[in-house]
T-cell receptor, first 115, second 113 residues
Framework: AQSVTQLDSQVPVFEEAPVELRCNYSSSVSVYLFWYVQYPNQGLQLLLKYLSGSTLVKGINGFEAEFNKSQTSFHLRKPSVHISDTAEYFCAVSFSGGSNYKLTFGKGTLLTVNP | GAGVSQTPSNKVTEKGKYVELRCDPISGHTALYWYRQSLGQGPEFLIYFQGTGAADDSGLPNDRFFAVRPEGSVSTLKIQRTERGDSAVYLC???????????FGEGSRLTVL
């Protein structure tokens, strides 16, 4: 079955610390991978995406993610977080193998950055 | 406007009533999507339009839910005989092409009492 798992529902960190938000998926077909961020009282915003090519993808606000096909993972990282990074982060996968309009989202990880 | 606009932002209704939620996508975006986000969950796909037609409505939970996009721009999600379990945030998104880069609105929060 096709699924998306975000292993941590909440991740508290201190400002300027590194952070990794984990995402794993289950699929027998090729996938496209995305991370979206939702700031308080705002809509979802695309952080970064992997469609093909280099497995290390850089996004906005200093975030990056690495696609690991053998481990079926797409973990999100940032070397030094800011208070303003406090938000909910969603991993999303398109299992459509090309007709990639339908995204399956994980349950989200709430990142809280403390001073 | 520049982004995806959804109205109303909040809707409180009584069980059994009919509701309509509106989405105004980014100008020129041909694809439009509806998702539903329940508390503590990620968004769940409901329906996808390419132009005026519903290309995929497999996520609609039952026949009480219906969506239209008559002129290929604004879309309306319609829910008949609302139930308490329909309470959620309904998200609309649009895109230029099938790359998964969806632009989301802020959502319509529906509360069914």
């Amino acid at each position: 079955a096709q699924s998306v798992t975000q292993l941590d529902s909440q991740v508290p960190v201190f400002e300027e610390a590194p952070v990794e938000l984990r995402c794993n998926y289950s699929s027998s077909v090729s996938v496209y991978l995305f991370w979206y961020v939702q700031y308080p009282n705002q809509g979802l915003q695309l952080l970064l995406k992997y469609l093909s090519g280099s497995t290390l993808v850089k996004g906005i606000n200093g975030f990056e993610a690495e696609f690991n096909k053998s481990q079926t993972s797409f973990h999100l990282r940032k070397p030094s977080v800011h208070i303003s990074d406090t938000a909910e982060y969603f991993c999303a996968v398109s299992f459509s193998g090309g007709s990639n309009y339908k995204l399956t989202f994980g349950k989200g990880t709430l990142l809280t950055v403390n001073p | 406007g520049a982004g995806v606009s959804q109205t109303p932002s909040n809707k409180v209704t009584e069980k059994g009533k009919y509701v309509e939620l509106r989405c105004d996508p980014i100008s020129g975006h041909t694809a439009l999507y509806w998702y539903r986000q329940s508390l503590g969950q990620g968004p769940e796909f409901l329906i996808y339009f390419q132009g005026t037609g519903a290309a995929d409505d497999s996520g609609l939970p039952n026949d009480r839910f219906f969506a239209v996009r008559p002129e290929g721009s604004v879309s309306t999600l319609k829910i008949q005989r609302t139930e308490r379990g329909d309470s959620a945030v309904y998200l609309c998104a649009s895109s230029w092409s099938n790359t998964g880069e969806l632009f989301f609105g802020e959502g319509s929060r529906l509360t069914v009492l």
